[in-house]
């Protein structure tokens, strides 16, 4: 197997008293898609903000390409090439769509590249295209979620952090974004995915994690964990 | 959008009339064409129009809350005072005013860095706190320094201070401040208003930003306080209290946030009536205070509030409004974005 993209190692990470992470270790290797699914409070926010360094990590270490991110603060762990789309989207409410894409070129120097991508982005969300000169905020919960993700594109980040994309989504938009999501992949995006529709995100997914109380309890293939009769129990509804 | 030049026919525009504005600021004083009256009353708002846009910077573009502007103002006024006093020979005080000037932004934007640092580290509401103790603190140290007067306040300045001084520096200030907010990096301080975890995310150094636009605010500030110094010609600590700073406020959210046109505005509106309603005596202090509230309820937005006259949009950015909406009759929106008045 390649080189992994990204590695945790040992990793836990604490709110005060609480250990939100406990020990978990994971690996992202180039190319795939990884779901991390579990129920609420489980840890799986608080991994991704671990990687990109929105949260103190405790113990254990972060390697995305070799290098150690424990100490590199958020704003350059994007510059290395991790994009996060957050929980709740944040999209820039008082900024045009455009705005908001070309935000996410802040600390980028390729004004070529940033042309491509934004081309891509594009065609790969055409509303976002219609869209362009209206506020972000005036954008539907859809739109907002595939403005997310174009600007998670326009990082020009290889590894890409989702948060939840179908949150709050009608199950066609649910449909429609994770659609999008194999397809941003099959472009040569690496996926690290966190959902609460676990069954989605393993039809999608090349591997997975299911974490309990912020530990590791089973992994391996999607469409092996599919099957488990544990994963099935807790996750998919029986 | 990218921080690229001008461009385009309105490119000569702005420069044309800000020398049209020169040429008159210079021969009002010069012909007495108004009253010494108006003059001054003219140099105040300029003054109140570069402390106003400054703190817009801090409290509109960039969304936090600073209340103690009026200590920068302060640091400004005396650092000036002193230099041209103390150090500068007479003959030379009027052509060395500029670095007096200079040198009052620059103290005050030494002050600012070291209250930033420490303030920034957390978020929210305690910059109001820390910027409030800041005035106070830099008032009663000014009323503890003997060498400075004390509380009997300093005195022996030149009227340095002239129209074409004041025209130049609001100028400066206005075309620093526009230009930052139209760059990409100042996209980076209006994310930071908008959303601070996503402006981490997609790549924005936010502690960097916060730091250096509060730096930038309080710089103007300081250069504000030293006109204000050279035209009064007597300051006293008294001058840049926390009634100062509310004044200040009151200016920002009348004409806007994160509007140049509405501080403009602002500014010029509520420093004509403080003039006018000087029969009122002691009560005209009631009034920043009950403007505040009265717009806090009637119009929390302000005259301008988010939006942005199209003569203060870089013409390269107004051009990439036009293509997509033709000719909107009411003023652009500004201060976070292209959609032109749709």
Same mark, same amino acid.
């Given at each position: 197997?390649?080189?992994?993209?990204?590695?945790?190692?040992?990793?836990?990470?604490?709110?005060?008293?609480?250990?939100?992470?406990?020990?978990?270790?994971?690996?992202?290797?180039?190319?795939?898609?990884?779901?991390?699914?579990?129920?609420?409070?489980?840890?799986?926010?608080?991994?991704?903000?671990?990687?990109?360094?929105?949260?103190?990590?405790?113990?254990?270490?972060?390697?995305?390409?070799?290098?150690?991110?424990?100490?590199?603060?958020?704003?350059?762990?994007?510059?290395?090439?991790?994009?996060?789309?957050?929980?709740?989207?944040?999209?820039?409410?008082?900024?045009?769509?455009?705005?908001?894409?070309?935000?996410?070129?802040?600390?980028?120097?390729?004004?070529?590249?940033?042309?491509?991508?934004?081309?891509?982005?594009?065609?790969?969300?055409?509303?976002?295209?219609?869209?362009?000169?209206?506020?972000?905020?005036?954008?539907?919960?859809?739109?907002?979620?595939?403005?997310?993700?174009?600007?998670?594109?326009?990082?020009?980040?290889?590894?890409?952090?989702?948060?939840?994309?179908?949150?709050?989504?009608?199950?066609?938009?649910?449909?429609?974004?994770?659609?999008?999501?194999?397809?941003?992949?099959?472009?040569?995006?690496?996926?690290?995915?966190?959902?609460?529709?676990?069954?989605?995100?393993?039809?999608?997914?090349?591997?997975?994690?299911?974490?309990?109380?912020?530990?590791?309890?089973?992994?391996?293939?999607?469409?092996?964990?599919?099957?488990?009769?544990?994963?099935?129990?807790?996750?998919?509804?029986? | 959008?990218?921080?690229?030049?001008?461009?385009?026919?309105?490119?000569?525009?702005?420069?044309?009339?800000?020398?049209?504005?020169?040429?008159?600021?210079?021969?009002?004083?010069?012909?007495?064409?108004?009253?010494?009256?108006?003059?001054?009353?003219?140099?105040?708002?300029?003054?109140?129009?570069?402390?106003?846009?400054?703190?817009?910077?801090?409290?509109?573009?960039?969304?936090?809350?600073?209340?103690?502007?009026?200590?920068?103002?302060?640091?400004?006024?005396?650092?000036?005072?002193?230099?041209?006093?103390?150090?500068?020979?007479?003959?030379?005080?009027?052509?060395?005013?500029?670095?007096?000037?200079?040198?009052?932004?620059?103290?005050?934007?030494?002050?600012?860095?070291?209250?930033?640092?420490?303030?920034?580290?957390?978020?929210?509401?305690?910059?109001?706190?820390?910027?409030?103790?800041?005035?106070?603190?830099?008032?009663?140290?000014?009323?503890?320094?003997?060498?400075?007067?004390?509380?009997?306040? $300093? =005195? *022996?300045?030149? @009227?340095?201070?002239?129209? /074409?001084?004041?025209? +130049?520096?609001?100028?400066?200030?206005?075309? %620093?401040?526009?230009?930052?907010?139209?760059?990409?990096?100042?996209?980076?301080?209006?994310?930071?208003?908008?959303?601070?975890?996503?402006?981490?995310?997609?790549?924005?150094?936010?502690?960097?930003?916060?730091?250096?636009?509060?730096?930038?605010?309080?710089?103007?500030?300081?250069?504000?306080?030293?006109?204000?110094?050279?035209?009064?010609?007597?300051?006293?600590?008294?001058?840049?209290?926390?009634?100062?700073?509310?004044?200040?406020?009151?200016?920002?959210?009348?004409?806007?946030?994160?509007?140049?046109?509405?501080?403009?505005?602002?500014?010029?509106?509520?420093?004509?009536?403080?003039?006018?309603?000087? $029969? =009122? *005596?002691?009560? @005209?202090?009631?009034?920043? /205070?009950?403007?505040? +509230?009265?717009?806090?309820?009637?119009?929390? %937005?302000?005259?301008?509030?988010?939006?942005?006259?199209?003569?203060?949009?870089?013409?390269?950015?107004?051009?990439?409004?036009?293509?997509?909406?033709?000719?909107?009759?009411?003023?652009?929106?500004?201060?976070?974005?292209?959609?032109?008045?749709?």
């Amino acid at each position: 197997m390649s080189e992994p993209l990204l590695v945790l190692d040992d990793v836990s990470v604490s709110y005060g008293q609480i250990r939100a992470v406990r020990g978990l270790s994971m690996t992202v290797h180039p190319g795939e898609i990884v779901t991390l699914v579990g129920a609420n409070g489980a840890g799986k926010t608080t991994t991704l903000r671990a990687v990109s360094r929105l949260v103190p990590i405790a113990s254990g270490r972060i390697l995305f390409r070799g290098r150690d991110l424990t100490r590199v603060p958020a704003h350059e762990v994007v510059r290395l090439g991790v994009c996060h789309v957050p929980e709740g989207r944040g999209v820039f409410a008082n900024l045009t769509v455009r705005e908001n894409l070309l935000l996410a070129t802040y600390s980028r120097r390729d004004r070529d590249r940033i042309n491509q991508d934004l081309d891509r982005v594009f065609s790969i969300f055409p509303r976002l295209a219609e869209r362009q000169h209206q506020p972000g905020g005036t954008l539907s919960g859809g739109e907002q979620q595939m403005l997310a993700v174009g600007r998670a594109i326009m990082t020009g980040g290889e590894l890409m952090l989702l948060d939840e994309p179908s949150m709050g989504l009608a199950p066609i938009l649910v449909e429609e974004i994770f659609r999008i999501l194999t397809e941003i992949n099959r472009q040569g995006t690496t996926l690290l995915l966190v959902e609460q529709n676990a069954r989605m995100a393993l039809q999608i997914a090349h591997r997975a994690y299911v974490l309990e109380a912020g530990e590791v309890a089973v992994s391996g293939p999607a469409e092996d964990l599919l099957d488990h009769p544990r994963v099935r129990e807790a996750y998919l509804g029986g | 959008m990218l921080g690229g030049p001008d461009s385009g026919k309105g490119r000569w525009r702005a420069p044309l009339l800000a020398a049209v504005g020169f040429v008159l600021a210079w021969a009002v004083p010069r012909y007495q064409l108004i009253s010494p009256y108006y003059e001054l009353i003219l140099m105040y708002i300029g003054i109140n129009i570069m402390l106003t846009v400054s703190l817009n910077l801090v409290n509109g573009y960039m969304g936090e809350f600073a209340v103690g502007h009026a200590g920068f103002m302060a640091v400004g006024a005396y650092v000036a005072s002193v230099l041209t006093v103390r150090a500068f020979s007479w003959e030379l005080g009027p052509y060395l005013f500029p670095l007096a000037l200079l040198a009052a932004g620059a103290g005050a934007g030494l002050v600012a860095l070291l209250v930033a640092v420490p303030s920034f580290r957390t978020r929210g509401d305690y910059l109001a706190i820390v910027t409030l103790a800041l005035n106070m603190i830099v008032k009663s140290v000014i009323e503890n320094i003997e060498a400075v007067g004390g509380p009997r306040g $300093f =005195l *022996g300045m030149n @009227r340095l201070t002239t129209l /074409p001084w004041v025209y +130049v520096w609001v100028v400066i200030t206005l075309w %620093t401040i526009r230009n930052l907010v139209y760059s990409i990096y100042g996209r980076g301080v209006l994310a930071v208003r908008e959303d601070e975890v996503a402006a981490e995310l997609v790549g924005v150094n936010t502690r960097h930003v916060k730091v250096q636009a509060f730096i930038m605010s309080a710089f103007f500030a300081g250069v504000a306080g030293g006109l204000y110094a050279h035209l009064l010609q007597f300051i006293h600590p008294r001058n840049f209290d926390i009634i100062k700073s509310t004044e200040i406020l009151v200016m920002v959210y009348l004409g806007g946030i994160g509007s140049l046109m509405g501080s403009v505005l602002g500014a010029s509106i509520f420093t004509v009536l403080l003039e006018a309603l000087r $029969f =009122l *005596g002691v009560w @005209r202090m009631v009034l920043a /205070p009950l403007l505040l +509230v009265l717009l806090m309820v009637l119009r929390p %937005t302000g005259i301008m509030g988010l939006r942005e006259f199209r003569g203060f949009v870089p013409a390269d950015e107004l051009a990439r409004w036009r293509r997509l909406a033709p000719a909107p009759a009411g003023p652009a929106r500004g201060g976070g974005s292209g959609a032109a008045g749709n």
